[in-house]
């Protein structure tokens, strides 16, 4: 943190308020996040458990920072890889991507078996 006393911006604001949103996953600074942020952006491989426990982190935060959730936002990156050719090199790229550890601490384990193709062709998430 730093101060910087007698300089001022040379532009207007677009508006007011410029929303924080914290890029965090752990349980104590997603707590934070709802005390004292506007969003929070979680990791691109999350499973549906985590975002749950991530929602009770955030909104143990917010009761504490005796804020509500109403305007709050969650977000998270999106992981992609394509091959128009080859539907197998775009899931390896993926797995190569992603440690498989840090797959089994998101919960979500090998990539190979969590998405699987609809009749439509349309990927989707097992789970």
Known sequence: ???????????????????IHLGVMASRTLALAGEVADGVLLNSVVAPLLIREAYEEVRRGAKRGARNLKDFSFGSYAAMAMDLHDEQSAREALNREFHENDLKRFGVG???????????????SEA
């Open 110 to 124: 090998d990539l190979k078996t969590h998405w699987s193709r609809d009749s439509d062709g349309s990927c989707r």
């Open 1 to 19: 943190m730093f101060k910087a006393l007698g300089v001022r911006a040379t532009f207007r604001p677009q508006r007011p308020h410029i929303p």
